[in-house]
Nanobody
């Protein structure tokens, strides 16, 4: 599966953005999907994930209650709704796909989110 992330941009603190990740291929629904981010000078970190089929969701503590991951298998797309954004959410956000839980081996190109204070 090939992934294309979009939706990043510049937003003020407290604002919202919705990221999208469009996937190619006919087997999207069988992939576990995740969002990760990498801030300048920091390592990439997990943000959220959603399982295949059942669609169970999991979040990093830093975004729990503010971000929502969802998927539309008919559109081969996974979303990350980000509300109440903070300057520390500034990062390049990547979507990723895996056949096995936690074993992400397909990555999108990243989309930059900048939150101004």
């Amino acid at each position: 599966v090939q992934l294309q992330a979009s939706g990043g941009g510049l937003v003020q603190a407290g604002g919202s953005l919705r990221l999208s990740c469009a996937a190619s291929g006919r087997t999207f629904s069988s992939y576990h999907m995740g969002w990760f981010r990498q801030a300048p000078g920091k390592e990439r970190e997990f943000v959220a994930r959603i399982t295949a089929s059942v669609g169970s969701t999991y979040y990093a503590d830093s975004v729990k209650g503010r971000f929502t991951i969802s998927r539309d298998n008919a559109k081969n797309t996974v979303y990350l709704q980000m509300n109440k954004l903070k300057p520390e959410d500034t990062a390049v956000y990547y979507c990723a796909a895996s056949r096995l839980p936690g074993k992400y081996d397909q990555w999108g190109q990243g989309t930059l989110v900048t939150v101004s204070s």
